[in-house]
């Protein structure tokens, strides 16, 4: 299986991507999450990308394109994937359709997570994530079990620097500058489910998982 988790800054792409591919065998490829990854490793592709992050715009499409495919093309062992945040414009979903047919892979599915912009505001304001293994809280819809450690490996908590409140409206305007038309791109191609993602973790949860059912 196949997919790509679509939707606004905060919306829960990574938080249900990470609680789907426990159990299903599936890859998850954050594009966020690698970015930060190379930035904290000082690589190349970090130095460049570090300043465009912080300030909330889109890494260049050629970067995140290539670092995309060889993310794809490195997975071993996996059912399948799903794609988090990528792609983002419509640059990069062309390029990645010409991916797929090189590749003779074919997208099963584009889940839009379809949350409103108080709701994202609210949960970005909150976020804390473990900066060890990656696990997302949220201080009040999804709090650790101690204040500020990470469940899993005892890490403090951190808070992203993109998370701050100008870059969050930055963030947003990007995704609806950019983002947004991939929606009306994947519906015309007859791939798009929407999944209302307004609700709590585990009635959005609820969804996915019915939704997984059919699609599999
Ligand atoms: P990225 O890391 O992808 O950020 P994003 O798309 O802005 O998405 P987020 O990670 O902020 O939100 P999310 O939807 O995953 O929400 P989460 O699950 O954490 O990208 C960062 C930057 O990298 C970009 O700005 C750009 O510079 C660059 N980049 C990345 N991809 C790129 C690309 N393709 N092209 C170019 N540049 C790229 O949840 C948020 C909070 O809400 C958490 O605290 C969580 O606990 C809570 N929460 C989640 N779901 C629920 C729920 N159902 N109920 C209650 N709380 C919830």
Redesign the pocket.
Known sequence: MELI?L????????????MLCKDAQLAHL????I??KNVKDGTPLGIR?KA??E???????E??NNM?FDAIRSLNGYKGFIL??????LF?AEALEKFFAAQKKSLTAVIN?D?SEA??VD??S????CPKCGK????T??PPKKEGVCDVDGETLTI?K??QPETIRH?LK??HESTKPLIEFYRKKKLLHDVP?????S???KVLEKLFEKLS
Request: aromatic share 8%; no cysteine.
């Open positions: 988790f939707g606004p800054p905060g919306a829960g792409k990574g938080t249900h991507a990470q954050a594009a966020g999450d970015l930060r990308a465009v992050m300030s909330g715009a889109l890494v260049s499409d970067l995140v995309m988090d945040g990528y792609p983002r414009t990069q997570f949350a709701v994202v949960r970005l909150g976020r804390r994530g997302i809280y949220h201080v819809n999804m992203r993109d998370d963030r990007v995704y993602a307004d609700g709590d973790a009635s959005v949860q």
